[in-house]
């Protein structure tokens, strides 16, 4: 399913029930490649990924956010590791550009997606194994839409505000 950039823009959703079946090994290394090509403040790339395919893990992860769910029922996770984001503002719009770059190499693949945010770091970090100076707050899921047909469903009406609502030119 190849779109343009825009068009995958404009119909992208959320996707949070996935068909029961595994993803491609090349369909993961491309989506983790989408998010190590992303571009990051001064290329300082202040992420790692881990890979999550497991499915006691995945399931696992999915109680450790409120909205995480659909983390379970994913073939794939990944978790997005940053450096204390206190540390620096941009690393966590660096880890969101990560996330939109395989988010967006998914929708061309066919493959859903949803962001999840983890909301008990801790327990992740005794779940994942990764070192005290890393942090989580987002993690991805990635699958096979349940129901392929929102991979090309038309934008929902009345789903997004007008331009003119959130665009000021110059000044407020």
């Known amino acids: 399913m190849a779109l343009s950039v825009a068009e995958a823009i404009r119909t992208k959703r959320a996707v949070r029930q996935f068909a029961d079946r595994p993803l491609r090994e090349e369909e993961v290394l491309a989506i983790l490649n989408a998010g190590r090509r992303a571009q990051s403040s001064k290329n300082s790339q202040p992420w790692h990924f881990i890979a999550i395919r497991e499915r006691e893990r995945l399931v696992a992860l999915s109680k450790l956010g409120e909205w995480a769910g659909h983390l379970a029922g ?31 190499a998914a929708w061309e693949m066919g493959i859903g997606s949803c962001l999840a945010t983890i909301y008990q770091p801790e327990a992740a970090r005794e779940l994942l194994g990764f070192p005290a100076e890393y942090h989580l707050r987002i993690a991805l899921s990635f699958g096979y839409p349940l129901d392929e047909s929102i991979l090309t469903a038309p934008p929902r009406k009345g789903g997004r505000k007008p331009l003119e609502q959130i665009v000021h030119w110059e000044k407020w």
């Open 74 to 104: 994913a073939a794939l996770g990944v978790a997005i590791l940053t450096r204390d984001p206190a540390e620096r503002f941009s690393i966590l719009f660096d880890a969101g550009q990560a996330a939109a770059y395989m988010q967006l």
